[in-house]
């Protein structure tokens, strides 16, 4: 196994299987399960799934293969690869590993919290009043502050999490990140699969599944709608934060990148659209239970969905252990494949800059994490600071890393064109010259449309009215945290190997055009 970031000792992935499924592993998180579902009702319903369809197309695989053939190229994590890319746009890749880093630590919170209601589900223990079992009885929820009360039913699962996330990292890529995904990806699928089906057998699971997909063709008109629709491919496909490139670095030479980038972007979509089915069926069942039509029912996404409104849905149900244990198991696994990419990101960035041993970066990175995560989101305070930091290192930081890597690849640095031809001489999926515009310009000048558009509204409108300091320490802070940590990084001399002779593979000769 490699121990360390040189080039010869590069740890790899076993197979293209092991790689399509790590990637899926990211690519399918809580994103999928708890966002999707109530964005695309709240969106335009049946009318949601063409901005959607069209973002995929457009932005999200066209990026995908960007982020691919940038890692698998140049052979690095963000920092590395974009640094051989161009030597001034190392930069970039430390914004993308801040973004990283700080969604890690509250997103495994949140496997956390799920793992203690895997554990509730066994005698459905958050009886009847499920918001107030969530907020008070569970997480102890104050006001939007800094706390330094942990929260004991929090803090243990997070500690699990946390030591079984520097097990993985520290037993490698093929060792350790692989071995999850291959038999985490199929127990999800099927796990997952189950409660859909038991989902859809409930009554009034049509009902549910009218109200997600009737069409509302108004919304295409509204520029929200495709806003929402491109930040959803965004964050669900982990497009843009350095973790695609690192997960193309331990690709082998001999890579079918552009077809398993395919396979990855539309089994990420259809994940997403089967927990569509899975929730809206559920809540439908919900509604006839409580003999109120579907658009009555609060709580539709996010946080409330899966804590309070799921609980509720299950306490109704014949055999709700099962259910809930299916429902909770699922984003524990789903999350946790996710958190595994996050924080490989960032260990294997600063184990190339710093010339450490993977082991090292692992443990120590996990356990930098572990101590900011315990901080900020086990104490009483957790559940709205993972709100703010959530808004704003998605809808703010991501959106900025894509346009400014976007438009340095193809404008500044000039790689359109090799990263093109590179991928189109190890793959079976050619790309046509429509590709360069695409990430060159297309997304590039929408995404900055929606930059705009959205911090219109967080400066005029702030966010869920939380106070207005609050929102400069978590909100804002974050993103300009992420700068200035990114720019430092960046100035720092290059203390890894970062081998002279590097030639990047593989020759071009016979690539078509
Ligand atoms: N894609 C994951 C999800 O849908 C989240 C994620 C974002 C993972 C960014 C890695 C990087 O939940």
Redesign the pocket.
Same mark, same amino acid.
């Given at each position: 196994m490699a121990q360390s970031g040189t080039d010869a000792q590069r740890d790899t992935w076993t197979s293209n299987r092991g790689f399509i499924l790590a990637a899926i592993g990211?690519?399918? =998180?809580?994103?999928?399960?708890w966002?999707f579902p109530g964005v695309a009702y709240e969106s335009g319903g049946g009318a949601f799934l063409i901005p959607y369809l069209i973002a995929l197309i457009t932005a999200g695989i066209p990026i995908l293969f960007l982020d691919y053939g940038i890692g698998h190229r140049f052979r690095g994590s963000a920092p590395l690869a974009l640094r051989r890319l161009h030597r001034r746009a190392e930069g970039i890749g430390w914004f993308q590993t801040m @973004? @990283?880093f700080i969604?890690s630590i509250y997103?495994a919170a949140v496997i956390a919290w799920s793992m203690s209601f895997f554990y509730f589900s066994f005698g459905t223990k958050w009886g009847s009043d499920t918001q107030n079992f969530f907020l008070n009885d569970y997480l102890h929820a104050a006001d939007p502050g800094i706390s330094s009360e942990l929260v004991a039913g929090v803090a243990w699962p997070l500690a699990l999490v946390w030591v079984l996330i520097i097990i993985v990292l520290a037993t490698g890529i093929s060792g350790g990140v692989e071995k999850v995904n291959v038999i985490g990806i199929p127990l999800l699928v099927l796990g997952f699969g189950a409660l859909v089906i038991r989902a859809l057998t409930l009554p009034g699971a049509t009902d549910g599944l009218n109200a997600l997909f009737t069409p509302d063709w108004g919304a295409l008109t509204d520029l929200d709608v495709w806003i929402a629709a491109y930040s959803q491919i965004f964050?669900?496909?982990?497009i843009a934060?350095g973790?695609m490139i690192a997960y193309a670095s331990f690709q082998r030479r001999k890579a079918n990148m552009t077809s398993s980038g395919l396979v990855v972007g539309f089994a990420?979509s259809s994940f997403e659209i089967l927990a569509g089915i899975g929730v809206f069926s559920a809540l439908g069942f919900l509604a006839h239970q409580q003999g109120v039509a579907v658009d009555q029912l609060e709580g539709l996404t996010g946080p409330i969905l899966s804590f309070v409104t799921f609980p509720a849905v299950i306490s109704q149900m014949p055999g709700s252990a099962l259910f809930g244990a299916l429902f909770f198991g699922s984003l524990v696994i789903? =999350?946790f494949t996710?958190?595994v990419?996050?924080v490989v =990101?960032v260990s294997v960035a600063l184990q190339e800059k710093f010339g450490l041993s993977q082991r090292t970066a692992a443990v120590s990175v996990g356990v930098v994490c572990a101590a900011f995560s315990f901080g900020l989101f086990a104490t009483t305070t957790g559940l709205v600071a993972l709100d703010t930091v959530d808004m704003f290192a998605?809808n703010v930081g991501?959106v900025t890393s894509a346009i400014v890597m976007c438009v340095t690849v193809v404008w500044l640095a000039r790689r359109g064109e090799l990263l093109r031809l590179h991928l189109n001489t190890v793959s079976t999926f050619k790309l046509g010259r429509w590709w360069i515009p695409l990430v060159g310009v297309f997304a590039p000048v929408f995404l900055t449309v929606m930059l705009v558009q959205k911090l219109r509204e967080l400066i005029v409108d702030g966010y869920e009215g939380y106070p207005d300091w609050y929102i400069g320490v978590f909100g804002w802070g974050t993103v300009v945290l992420a700068v200035v940590v990114a720019a430092g990084l960046a100035l720092t001399g290059w203390k890894g190997r970062d081998d002279p002779a590097f030639v990047a593979w593989p020759p071009l000769e016979g690539a078509k055009r």
């Open positions: 990211s690519a399918v =998180g809580l994103g999928n399960i966002r @973004l @990283l969604i997103y964050f669900s496909m982990s934060f973790i990420n789903a =999350g996710s958190l990419s996050l =990101g998605n991501v």
